[in-house]
């Protein structure tokens, strides 16, 4: 496949533009996803393409019948993606920040993950819900929230999360052509770091996790944003002689427990890194799957690094010191060790 250097955005946006151009039961849905309601009237459209403009371009090339832009009412437009999706549609839904999850749990919670299993298999959700997750843009305690656990926690969701521009326009693609509702989280602050991406369609199946670094000593699961950040600490330590394996995580439900346990059959040593907290969180259940699953694989205590249980400060030098940096990922793997 040719490839070129894009943005995380460009892929995300790539990868609408090619599913749409593929399949006409797509469309997308959300707030300010074309030009914003009521500016379609005063002939201004693609004003916005959604909250990090992700979407632009879309109307001019679909129309606005597969480009809808609703009111703020998150409750009101998953219901109706849903809906949607249940009659043969496949919406991808723009739900802006992971935040206002609350605002609109019942469509996914009680309706989206239940509905092919209330109906024997029936009924098809075909869902995609896109929304921003993770601190660092200082967005402020209700627009910085990680809460990739809560869709990971619910049966009958899958969730994913990319950690390059490469995944993101793969992991979409595949989770557009899924039959089951996916809530797909997209790390805000990694919406503008650049990465070979194929032109052509192409998928990276739902499931599936990646060794972004292969390494003999040592194993780091890491989720989004935090591989980055788990690289990084590798090549810190790997100037110490501590060969790091880095796993990106990047599907939580469904979750690639072979590719996760296959790293710590061959270092027996774990770091965990999530952006979230910790209480309920990825870290603690990957944790709980290593030993769990893994315990006679473990030569050492399994460390977890993660934010505090707190909400996202505002301000930058708090937001900066909440967010999991590559130095306390070293000191959990040096503390790994020398148990």
């Given at each position: 496949m040719a490839s070129r250097t894009l943005t995380f955005v460009q892929a995300i946006n790539e990868a609408l533009h090619q599913a749409m151009e593929r399949d006409p039961t797509v469309v997308v849905i959300g707030e300010d996803v074309a030009g914003g309601a009521g500016r379609a009237a005063l002939g201004i459209e693609d004003a916005w393409g959604g909250i990090m403009g992700a979407t632009r371009g879309l109307i001019g090339r679909f129309g606005a019948e597969r480009v809808i832009d609703v009111p703020i009412s998150e409750a009101g437009f998953l219901g109706m993606a849903v809906g949607a999706a249940a009659t043969g549609l496949r919406p991808v839904a723009e739900l802006m920040f992971m935040d206002f999850l609350g605002v609109c749990l019942d469509p996914l919670l009680n309706q989206a993950a239940k509905l092919r299993y209330m109906f024997g298999g029936k009924v098809r959700v075909p869902l995609v819900v896109r929304t921003l997750i993770g601190a660092g843009l200082r967005s402020a305690a209700q627009h910085s929230q990680s809460l990739h656990a809560f869709t990971t926690a619910i049966p009958g969701l899958k969730t994913v999360v990319p950690s390059n521009p490469h995944d993101a326009k793969g992991l979409l693609l595949a989770a557009i052509a899924d039959d089951d509702?996916?809530?797909?989280?997209?790390?805000?602050?990694?919406?503008?770091?650049?990465?070979?991406?194929?032109?052509?369609?192409?998928?990276?199946?739902?499931?599936?996790?990646?060794?972004?670094?292969?390494?003999?000593?040592?194993?780091?699961?890491?989720?989004?944003?935090?591989?980055?950040?788990?690289?990084?600490?590798?090549?810190?330590?790997?100037?110490?002689?501590?060969?790091?394996?880095?796993?990106?995580?990047?599907?939580?439900?469904?979750?690639?427990?072979?590719?996760?346990?296959?790293?710590?059959?061959?270092?027996?040593?774990?770091?965990?890194?999530?952006?979230?907290?910790?209480?309920?969180?990825?870290?603690?259940?990957?944790?709980?799957?290593?030993?769990?699953?893994?315990?006679?694989?473990?030569?050492?205590?399994?460390?977890?690094?993660?934010?505090?249980?707190?909400?996202?400060?505002?301000?930058?030098?708090?937001?900066?010191a909440y967010v999991p940096s590559s130095a306390q990922v070293v000191a959990a793997a040096r503390a790994a060790l020398e148990t």
């Open positions: 509702p996916v809530v797909f989280c997209e790390p805000k602050t990694l919406y503008f770091t650049a990465g070979e991406v194929p032109a052509e369609p192409y998928t990276v199946p739902l499931g599936t996790a990646a060794v972004a670094r292969p390494g003999r000593t040592l194993t780091i699961w890491a989720i989004g944003r935090m591989v980055a950040v788990a690289l990084e600490a590798a090549e810190t330590l790997a100037a110490e002689g501590i060969d790091a394996e880095v796993v990106d995580v990047r599907s939580l439900s469904p979750l690639d427990e072979a590719t996760l346990l296959a790293s710590l059959a061959h270092t027996g040593y774990l770091v965990v890194v999530d952006e979230a907290p910790p209480r309920c969180g990825l870290a603690a259940d990957l944790a709980a799957l290593a030993v769990g699953r893994g315990f006679d694989l473990l030569r050492g205590p399994v460390k977890q690094v993660t934010a505090p249980h707190a909400p996202v400060p505002f301000s930058p030098v708090l937001e900066d």
